[in-house]
């Protein structure tokens, strides 16, 4: 299903056309039939079967618009390329073009001894040992070959992280000119499509609760790029000039660490910037940081990132409570909690690590990071069909896809359940790699990307 408003995706980014052979069937009639309000992250792409430009895809809900992946694969079948990764990163790739552009955290030097943070009551930490080079690095789609690996930072972190976790966490975002690369505590970068820094930007350092890391991806949306700063110290928001990396505002947060990348949306003609977090979800208004409106209502250590279309937006955190909201963004103003402007809310069965996937109509997430899946019907949240246990699969932290009328969901363990996008759910194939996977996939075209903790994977029909 082709999301509405496709068209008013596609004003912030330059029209590229590709080749005949490559071009979806009726691209451009599709494009006509637009009508959705989101706007997130670099989602506008003139090529929607080509490109997957940020976190969550080309329009941050989780689904490929026009792309058709393969059913079933495993290491022996259906694998285009699969080449070994340097260092670790879970960042998911994004792709632009014939190239896709990932980063990662590189081990070098000698060990030291291990040191572990007990700042902000520290646990499950990955000790830090050794220096780390902060690398992005852009890999051809047709044949794996690294095109070029750039090394944008070196040091001893001041914080390891989970020890589930990466130091490369943040996924890059791409608008076909520049790539933007961020490290938190490392830095913000803007390259150009050779791999050369254009500018970068010093943020701080963060301190995380339980020393768990960072990993918040920043957004782009015409020529604004926004990075959300939760910490245990002053939290803050800011938004840069893409192209000179100039602050065009910052505005200060009263929230707590949080890990769930912004959105943006246009409501009622004017793009926000909303934000998931501990204390609060919030809309700001993109042109100044201004708060538009706020709700609160969701758990401690907010993971899971919102999806929005047709006028709402979806939020969902699962920690220490439960909770899934479902909000109206037209007329939302000050202070929301309590009001009509909320369709609902669901306190069961609520996602907390991977992000809700809104494909078409319907709204799926996963219970926590367990293999619950549930599927409701987005606007009402009526369950259809409701919660359902997948199966083989255990731990989850990438976060659903959607494509061709399936749902992809990939497990630490390096499985992956194909299902079919429907009222009724069946399970249409169990897929086996011999990795372990914690990035979210991206999917292009032919092809779905898996970034697994040894390999980067091209799984596309023989």
Not at 125 to 135: A, D, E, I, M, N
Not at 244 to 257: I, K, L, Q, S, Y
Not at 326 to 338: E, F, H, V, Y
Not at 439 to 456: K, N, T
Request: charged share 20%; net charge neutral.
């Amino acid at each position: 299903m082709v999301p509405r408003n496709l068209r008013s995706l596609l004003q912030n980014f330059p029209t590229v056309r590709p080749p005949a052979a490559q071009r979806a069937p009726h691209w451009a009639a599709l494009i006509a039939m637009a009508g959705i309000s989101i706007l997130a992250a670099s989602s506008a792409v003139a090529r929607p079967a080509d490109n997957w430009p940020q976190w969550r895809g080309p329009l941050a809900t989780g689904e490929a618009p026009t792309a058709s992946p393969p059913v079933t694969w495993d290491e022996q079948h259906n694998v285009r390329w699969k080449i070994p990764l340097p260092g670790l990163g879970h960042s998911t790739p994004v792709v632009w073009g014939d190239l896709l552009f990932l980063t990662a955290a590189v081990p070098v030097g000698e060990l030291i001894p291990a040191r572990h943070d007990s700042a902000h009551g520290a646990h499950d930490g990955l000790p830090v040992t050794r220096k780390q080079q902060f690398v992005t690095l852009a890999v051809d789609r047709a044949t794996g070959r690294i095109v070029w690996q750039t090394t944008l930072h070196e040091e001893l972190p001041h914080e390891g992280g989970h020890a589930s976790g990466s130091l490369a966490s943040a996924s890059p975002v791409t608008d076909g000119k520049l790539v933007f690369a961020f490290f938190g505590s490392r830095g913000l970068f803007a390259l150009n499509l050779e791999g050369e820094v254009q500018w970068k930007s010093d943020l701080g350092d963060m301190e995380t609760k339980h020393a768990h890391g960072e990993g918040s991806s920043p957004v782009l949306y015409g020529d604004t790029l926004v990075v959300n700063w939760d910490h245990e110290g002053q939290s803050f928001i800011v938004a840069f000039d893409k192209a000179t990396g100039r602050e065009r505002w910052r505005m200060p947060r009263d929230e707590v660490t949080s890990w769930a990348t912004p959105i943006v949306v246009v409501v009622d003609g004017k793009p926000q910037v909303i934000v998931s977090a501990t204390g609060r979800i919030r809309g700001y208004d993109l042109a100044t940081g201004a708060i538009v409106w706020e709700w609160g209502g969701l758990s401690a250590n907010v993971v899971a990132t919102p999806v929005a279309a047709d006028g709402f937006v979806y939020a969902g955190s699962s920690y220490d409570t439960r909770s899934m909201v479902a909000i109206r963004l037209s007329r939302a103003k000050g202070d929301i909690t309590g009001t009509d402007q909320v369709a609902w809310v669901r306190t069961r069965g609520t996602p907390y690590v991977p992000s809700p996937l809104l494909y078409g109509d319907a709204l799926y997430f996963l219970g926590h990071y367990q293999a619950l899946l549930t599927r409701l019907e987005a606007k009402s949240g009526r369950e259809v069909p409701g919660t359902v246990r997948l199966p083989e699969l255990r731990n989850i932290y990438a976060s659903p896809v959607g494509a061709a009328g399936r749902v992809y969901i990939t497990d630490r363990n390096g499985v992956t359940v194909v299902l079919n996008h429907a009222e009724k759910t069946e399970v249409l194939a169990v897929n086996r790699l011999d990795d372990q996977f914690s990035a979210s996939a991206a999917v292009v075209g032919d092809a779905i990307y898996l970034r697994g903790e040894r390999f980067l994977y091209c799984l596309a029909e023989s």
